[in-house]
């Protein structure tokens, strides 16, 4: 072995091993020397070294003492919240939402701005995108330059190299990223939106302590991601779940194939079906969210709402059976606008619906819940992609 290969080995070895102690701190909360020893498998002088630095370097700090049954109280380790500041950013299809976030994803200022109906054009959502950063900076007298990143999440497939297919806004092929990463003072993230969701969801909300849990998020668009709790991560998307198809032959889809899943439980699939049905009302003119809203007051009474609520809760369920067979997941999230609006309503009909169509041996240990992070966990979720940077390299920024 060189002498260079021996201390790249070393550097390596200390990273992996501040990563291991920072990521356990960051994603289950405080801890004593000796809980990371166990989570982590380092030795006792490993861990006391690591936290020495990481002590010194500003991103954990000493947080009191617990008493230890009998012996001498331990001290308590925690991550420290104005260590840095991090924006997220959620490109839903009516608007763009920013979020400044300190180092533990506490929210510190947001901005909103909404997206004129039809097609967006990719340079006025970078321009949005950047004005948002600069107002929830200035909000919060902080410097745009010194943030961890800014993380964003868009409703398509992400490539690589930042390239965005999103066929709900007519995109294909639309380098968002090299368009918008010149305009940002610090580095750029981005995901899928339903990836970004899953990840909050796993690190903050519902899915958090899942083996392996499927976040769905419903809105006029339909995605879920998968995430499994080992990493902290979110392994993989199924974000195009919406587009499977659930009845041959079936409803229209704006993706030109007919039957998927979104044809029935997207936002404007369901209030399409309210509306041809006898009896339905006209919910009024008004962006989705605000119709979806009307539509559930009325479901409180038999009748054509009701049934819509039935008729989706039953599809929704058909949806989830299909990914239980698929992936065996311990634990599904409903997320996303809708399914903060409709969750209430429609979960017992969905477990229910789950049940009948899943396999038993499968849907037996599958729980179906509602996330918790409310409107703003797009956000929150792509703020968690600087962060989740940060904490694979061992806190170490200037990615
Ligand atoms: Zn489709």
């Given at each position: 072995m060189t002498p260079d290969m021996g201390r790249t080995t070393t550097r390596d070895l200390r990273r992996r091993n501040r990563a291991a102690v920072l990521t356990r701190l960051y994603l289950h909360g405080p801890a004593s020397r000796f809980d990371l020893q166990r989570a982590t498998g380092l030795s006792s002088a490993t861990v006391s070294n690591v936290v020495s630095d990481l002590v010194a370097d500003g991103l954990v700090a000493e947080a009191g003492l617990l008493d230890s049954d009998g012996g001498r109280p331990r001290t308590l380790l925690r991550v420290r919240p104005e260590h840095a500041r991090v924006a997220g950013v959620d490109i839903g299809e009516t608007h763009v939402q920013v979020g400044l976030f300190d180092w533990t994803l506490e929210t510190v200022a947001t901005a909103t701005y909404p997206i004129a109906a039809g097609p967006p054009d990719p340079a006025v959502l970078a321009g949005l995108v950047t004005a948002g950063v600069e107002e929830v900076t200035a909000k919060a007298g902080a410097d745009p330059g010194g943030l961890l990143g800014v993380g964003v999440g868009v409703p398509g497939a992400v490539l690589p190299d930042g390239v965005v297919h999103a066929p709900t806004f007519g995109w294909s092929g639309v380098p968002f990223g090299a368009l918008l990463r010149p305009r940002l003072a610090a580095p750029l993230r981005l995901d899928n939106c339903a990836r970004t969701l899953g990840q909050a969801e796993m690190w903050r909300g519902a899915a958090r302590g899942a083996r392996r849990a499927v976040v769905a998020l419903l809105a006029v668009g339909v995605g879920a991601a998968v995430a499994t709790?080992?990493?902290?991560?979110?392994?993989?998307?199924?974000?195009?779940?919406?587009?499977?198809?659930?009845?041959?032959?079936?409803a229209p889809c704006r993706c030109g194939s007919r039957g998927c899943l979104e044809a029935y439980i997207g936002a404007e699939a369901v209030l399409a079906h309210y509306r041809r049905l006898?009896?339905?009302?006209?919910?009024?003119?008004?962006?989705p969210e605000r119709r979806i809203a009307a539509l559930l007051a009325d479901a409180a009474a038999p009748g054509p709402a009701a049934d819509t609520v039935a008729r989706t809760a039953e599809y929704l369920g058909i949806g989830i059976a299909n990914l239980v067979n698929l992936l065996g997941p311990d634990r599904i999230v409903l997320s996303g606008w809708l399914g903060a609006a409709l969750g209430p309503a429609a979960l017992p009909a969905v477990r229910d619906a789950m049940r009948r169509h899943a396999l038993d041996h499968l849907a037996g240990g599958t729980a179906v819940e509602l996330g918790r992070?409310?409107?703003?966990a797009v956000a929150l979720g792509a703020a968690t992609l600087p962060v989740h940077e940060v904490l694979t390299h061992g806190g170490r920024t200037g990615l």
């Open positions: 709790g080992s990493s902290g991560g979110v392994t993989s998307a199924v974000s195009e779940w919406g587009h499977t198809v659930v009845e041959a032959g079936g006898p009896g339905a009302r006209n919910l009024g003119p008004g962006d992070l409310g409107p703003d």
